[in-house]
């Protein structure tokens, strides 16, 4: 029975002398972090600081490097899809005239087939206003010149009309060409005669 109980009391002194040893194990851990930091410290304050200028001139160098590539793919990035909206801008305003273009067509082979100069001129009429819905709908308007008093910022006076009394002075007399705007930007002036 003594065997047995001294069996047990080693055992106990095993166990105890495991758990005092696992717990100087993970003090040696601590111990061996901190030692770790501390060297690695030790080696910064311990290294030249013209070392420690280069590795970080080094490290600022790279990052802008980095920056400036980004720019540049940027940049190439935006220039490239600029390029392709001017070549293909126009697309939706060409898609919305091919049915005019069609229309045109039938009606230059259908005037063939007829002399009656009033359904040619039916047909080129129904053509032109078809045409008109279609810029309309694209934000193309005409400006308006009948009876309108001269503005500089919608029309081009092309001649000089005297002698047409006070009540016409500076008034639009005649337009040679029509004036169209695009969102009310004027994309070509309204080519006018104005009373003088």
Same mark, same amino acid.
């Given at each position: 029975?003594?065997?047995?109980?001294?069996?047990?009391?080693?055992?106990?002194?095993?166990?105890?002398?495991?758990?005092?040893?696992?717990?100087?194990?993970?003090?040696?851990?601590?111990?061996?972090?901190?030692?770790?930091?501390?060297?690695?410290?030790?080696?910064?304050?311990?290294?030249?600081?013209?070392?420690?200028? #280069?590795? @970080?001139?080094?490290? %600022?160098?790279?990052?802008? $490097?980095?920056? !400036?590539? *980004?720019?540049?793919?940027?940049? =190439?990035?935006?220039?490239?899809?600029?390029?392709?909206?001017?070549?293909?801008?126009?697309?939706?305003?060409?898609?919305?005239?091919?049915?005019?273009?069609?229309?045109?067509?039938?009606?230059?082979?259908?005037?063939?087939?007829?002399?009656?100069?009033?359904? #040619?001129? @039916?047909?080129?009429? %129904?053509?032109?206003?078809? $045409?008109?819905? !279609?810029? *309309?709908?694209?934000?193309?308007? =005409?400006?308006?010149?009948?009876?309108?008093?001269?503005?500089?910022?919608?029309?081009?006076?092309?001649?000089?009309?005297?002698?047409?009394?006070?009540?016409?002075?500076?008034?639009?007399?005649?337009?040679?060409?029509?004036?169209?705007?695009?969102?009310?930007?004027?994309?070509?002036?309204?080519?006018?005669?104005?009373?003088?």
């Amino acid at each position: 029975m003594k065997d047995k109980t001294k069996n047990n009391k080693d055992d106990e002194l095993k166990a105890d002398g495991m758990s005092e040893n696992s717990g100087s194990d993970e003090m040696a851990d601590e111990t061996t972090v901190a030692d770790k930091e501390e060297k690695e410290n030790a080696e910064k304050e311990e290294r030249d600081p013209l070392d420690v200028a #280069l590795d @970080e001139i080094a490290s %600022l160098k790279d990052k802008y $490097l980095r920056q !400036v590539a *980004e720019f540049d793919n940027y940049r =190439k990035r935006t220039l490239k899809e600029r390029a392709e909206l001017i070549l293909n801008g126009g697309e939706k305003t060409i898609t919305a005239l091919l049915p005019v273009l069609d229309d045109m067509e039938r009606a230059m082979k259908n005037g063939e087939n007829t002399d009656d100069p009033q359904v #040619l001129r @039916e047909g080129m009429t %129904l053509i032109y206003q078809k $045409l008109m819905k !279609v810029l *309309e709908a694209q934000g193309v308007s =005409k400006i308006d010149t009948e009876d309108a008093d001269f503005d500089t910022s919608l029309h081009e006076a092309v001649a000089l009309v005297p002698g047409m009394g006070d009540d016409k002075k500076g008034k639009v007399i005649d337009c040679m060409a029509t004036g169209y705007k695009l969102n009310d930007k004027v994309i070509r002036y309204a080519k006018v005669a104005v009373g003088s």
